[in-house]
């Protein structure tokens, strides 16, 4: 899958509140790898993985179409606390 399809299938292990964190796993050149990005706001989510995505494959010779699935797991507020709410 591509980003874009991914992002639409999404798990939502955490509510996408302020600044929402994403985790993208996809097949790396050593099997499933996995990375994590922040995003500026739930409405510009899927274009900006999409741009981190791609620059992240053109820098690590990685194929753009391979991704497992995204992950939102946190947000910077949550994470300047150091801790998940519940």
């Not at 299938?9 to 922040?38: A, H, L, M």
Request: with cysteine; aromatic share 10%.
């Amino acid at each position: 899958m591509t980003v874009k399809q991914a992002f639409r299938k999404r798990i939502i292990e955490f509510p996408e509140k302020y600044k929402p964190i994403y985790r993208i796993v996809f097949e790396g050149n050593d099997g499933i790898d996995e990375t994590e990005f922040s995003v500026h706001s739930i409405t510009t989510a899927e274009s900006e993985l999409d741009a981190f995505f791609k620059i992240l494959c053109q820098e690590n010779s990685l194929k753009r179409n391979f991704v497992n699935s995204i992950i939102c797991v946190g947000d910077e507020a949550v994470n300047a606390l150091g801790c998940r709410l519940l």
